[in-house]
Structures are given as C-alpha cells and as structure tokens.
C-alpha cells in the first residue's frame, strides 16, 4: 500500500513536443503529491506539487494531472526542451505520516533537438 | 550557499570498513530525512529527525546503520561494516515543520558511497 508506480521508465520526445509521465498509487491517506527532477550527480529537485482537492495544477510548461477516483496522477511537460531532460520522480506524501516521501522508480526523459 | 549541504559528495570504502555522512540543513528546517537511492531507482526513505528526536526508522535500516541529530542541527549517518550491497547515493533532506500540512523537502546532492 505504500508504493508508488511511476511508468514509462524511460521516454524518448522531440524538441516542442509534450512529454508524459503517469504514477499511481494505492494509500489512500496520500494527500500530498509532488514531482521532482533529478539531473545525474545531482539531487532531486521539486519541480511541482499537487493535494487531493484539486484536479489539475499547471505552472510554466509544467501540469500536473490529479485523478482521485482512480489514484492516478500525471506530468505533462508541455514545449519539451534538450534543457530538460532528466529524470523525474513522482512521490507521495501524507501529512499525518512525518511528511516522508515515497517515490516512484523514475523516468529518464530525453528530449532530442 | 543556503541550500542543504552534505559531505563528502563521493567516498569510496573497503568492504568491512566504517563511514559517516554528514549533513548540513537548511538553518530554519527543524524536519530532517535520510534516503538512498540505487542505481535506476528512486529514493528510499531510511529515517527522520524533527529537531534532534529520531522519529522513524525504516525497516532498510539495519542494526549496522545509525544516524544522528545531535541539538537538532547538522545530522550524521554511520554504517558499520560497510558491505557491497551498501554501494548508493545517501541522500538527505530537509523541511519545515508545519502542522499536517506538507511542506517542500529541499536535498541536498547526496553523498555516493561505493563499497569495493
């Protein structure tokens, strides 16, 4: 019930094109649900955030989508750009369980110019 | 620099040998978290300190590995008698603590430990 599985794990995208990563998880007490970004010797790095009481939630390029009935949430990289590929983690989190973070396996996305 | 801060950023140990990872948080951050990750992986929570109080420990954590936070400022992990399956990024985190709600956890880039 703690897992979170993140698909594909990896992705190949053309420069302008979007780019999608799905999770799903199983705890329903999970009311917190970031992503992250990890560029290789680096740590990760939020890159954006959602709660359960919203459906989407989009900043710059980046949207997230929030389905609850089927515990299902995604990224969208909208315009992808060399610049970002990396790989991205999707997590979750509850509030009432010390905020600790359980990830997915990643996905390494290449966006090829 | 006022991100999270860890040290070394490599170490390469023999097998059966001692090491011990420091971390540096974020000065206000009073949440702090241990992960690993593998290679391919995401990470994998080891344990948690708010303040100086160790809170959770995962089951990942064997009797060979303990941590620290000692006057709930920089952290340590130890693992004792390192061996190969203990090769890993050693990656910590910091936050905030705000009553049930999340917070952004900020990492630091890890300290990769390779066990030969």
């Known amino acids: 019930q703690q897992q979170v599985k993140q698909s594909p794990q990896s992705l190949i995208v053309q420069k302008g094109g979007i780019s999608i990563i799905n999770c799903a998880y199983e705890?329903?007490?999970?009311?917190?649900f970031p992503w992250y970004q990890q560029f290789p010797g680096k740590g990760p790095a939020l890159l954006i955030a959602i709660r359960p009481d919203v459906s989407e939630k989009k900043e710059g390029r980046f949207t997230i989508s929030f389905n609850k009935s089927a515990k299902q949430f995604s990224l969208h990289i909208m315009d992808s750009q060399p610049g970002d590929s990396a790989t991205y983690f999707c997590a979750a989190s509850f509030s009432g369980g010390y905020n600790k973070l359980i990830f997915g396996a990643g996905t390494r996305l290449a966006v090829h110019p | 620099d006022t991100g999270v801060s860890q040290d070394p950023r490599h170490k390469i140990t023999k097998r059966g040998q001692n090491v011990t990872f420091r971390c540096d948080p974020i000065s206000e951050h009073n949440r702090l978290y241990w992960y690993r990750q593998t290679l391919g992986q995401g990470p994998e929570f080891l344990t948690y300190?708010?303040?100086?109080?160790?809170?959770?420990k995962s089951r990942l954590l064997s009797d060979r590995f303990s941590a620290e936070r000692p006057k709930g400022s920089f952290s340590t992990l130890e693992i004792q008698r390192t061996e190969q399956g203990d090769s890993a990024m050693y990656l910590c985190?910091?936050?905030?603590?705000?009553?049930?709600?999340?917070?952004?956890?900020?990492f630091g880039q890890g300290t990769r430990l390779t066990v030969v």
């Open positions: 300190f708010q303040n100086e109080a160790q809170l959770e």
């Open positions: 705890n329903t007490a999970f009311d917190y």
């Open positions: 985190a910091s936050t905030i603590n705000r009553v049930l709600v999340n917070t952004e956890a900020f």
